[in-house]
Structures are given as C-alpha cells and as structure tokens.
C-alpha cells in the first residue's frame, strides 16, 4: 500500500492560465475526494467520486473547475483561467466503501499539490 | 455558526502533560467524527475516528463524543514535543460523504 499519490507537488502559474493536478488513490479505494486549504483554514470540500461517478460538487466549485475519474482509478482535477484566488494547497483523499465500522468511511490524504497563481 | 467550531489557539502545554483539544459541530445527525494531525507545511494524518457516545482510546490519545451536546474531544497524554501540530476536527454528516472540517487548533508542546 503506497498511499495517495498527488501530481505534481508544487504548480506556480500565471494569471488566466489552465492547470491540471492528477492524484492516484489507495489502490481498491472506490471513493475519491478532492478539497483546498488556504493558510490558517481546515480544508474544504471540492468534489468526490465513488468509482467513476461524480456524486457531489461543492458550490465553491466554479465553472472554471472540472474534475473526472474517467476509469474510476486515478483523477483529474483542471482549474481553467486561473485567478490569483486560486492559490491554495488542493488534497486529494481516498476511501474505501466500507470501514471498521457500518458508518465509517475514513479518508487518508495525498501529500498535496501547492498552486500558486502569480 | 460555522458547521464544525474550534479554537484556534495556540495552545501552549509543557511536556509530559495532558493536552486537551475541543470542537463542537452544528449538524445533530452527524455520523462520524475524526482527529487528523497536520505538521506545518503537510498534509493532514488521520489519528482518531469516532462514530459512537463515550471515549475510545489509541495509545496516548483519547478521542471523546457527546452527540447530545454536539461535542468532540481529543485528549493527548503525555504530550511530547513532536506532538506541535495542527488538530483538525472533522465530521462526516452523510455516510461515505464529505468531510466537514474545523479551522484547526495549533498546539505547541514546550520541552
């Protein structure tokens, strides 16, 4: 077991230029998901996939964000025309469907990938 | 109200002592709860998941529920300094589903 993977670590962009960040979960996790942490703030909810179903999006999720887990193995995420408000550590996290316990789902995270829109 | 409250300190304990960590959530049918670590500069690290009332124990740490008062502890004992981290809360109201997370409580465990 190798843990979540995230590509690439770091990301320094300019202003209105497209980004893709690729993260690979724990191999047999069904469930993926994608959130952003900014300085001094507990991450928050992007999007998350069972398989390769996109079951949630987060209002935070503009149109300039998509995500896919095409295969339901590794996942995408594209911010497209990014904006300086951008600049945030985005996580990666898989799970599997089913846990120690009927209601457990825990979530293990990837390193993260650092943007940084210039 | 914010969905899931914590201080954010920083929380300053000598070593060798008990740390206390609190966090409070606003959903009344939350499901799941969980402690992650997170060191400066990292990711978050899962340390305690929690899913039922009264205390459940790992080595040094203790994680608390109250569900009727909508509270979650975590309890480190024997606080080391590698232990200086941020505390993430996180709560899962929907089984499977998103985490909501707390802003975090910084602690610093002083030799």
Redesign the interface.
């Known amino acids: 077991d190798t843990g979540v993977s995230q590509d690439p670590r770091h990301k320094i962009t300019k202003r209105g230029q497209n980004v893709t960040f690729r993260c690979d979960p724990i191999s047999e996790h069904n ?1 993926l ?1 994608w ?1 952003r942490q900014t300085l ?6 992007l999007t ?1 996939f ?1 398989n390769e179903a996109q ?2 999006k ?1 209002r935070l999720l503009s149109d300039r964000f998509s995500a896919e887990r095409p295969k339901g193995s590794f996942s995408t995420l594209e911010i497209q025309r990014t904006e300086q408000g951008d600049s945030a ?1 985005y ?1 990666c996290a898989s ?1 599997p ?1 089913r ?14 990938t650092r943007l940084t829109v210039t | 109200q914010k969905e ?1 409250e914590q201080n ?1 300190g920083p929380l300053s304990v000598p070593e060798g002592a008990i740390a206390s960590l609190n966090c409070t959530y606003s959903d009344r049918v939350s ?2 709860f ?1 402690w ?1 670590r997170q060191y400066s500069g ?5 340390i305690m ?1 929690i ?1 039922s009332n009264g205390d459940k124990e790992d080595g040094r740490f203790t994680a608390q529920l109250n569900k009727a008062s909508q509270y979650v502890s975590l309890l480190i004992r024997d606080s080391q300094p590698s232990d200086s981290a941020t505390y ?1 809360c ?1 709560v ?1 109201s929907r ?10 409580t910084e602690l610093s465990v002083k030799p």
């Open positions: 469930r998901y959130y001094g703030q507990g991450p928050e909810f998350y069972q079951l949630e987060s550590m996580l799970s469907d846990g120690p316990s009927l209601y457990s789902y825990e979530q293990y995270f990837g390193p993260g | 899931v954010s499901q799941s969980f992650y990292k990711s978050p690290e899962l998941s899913y993430l996180a899962n089984v499977g589903g998103k985490l909501i997370f707390g802003q975090g």
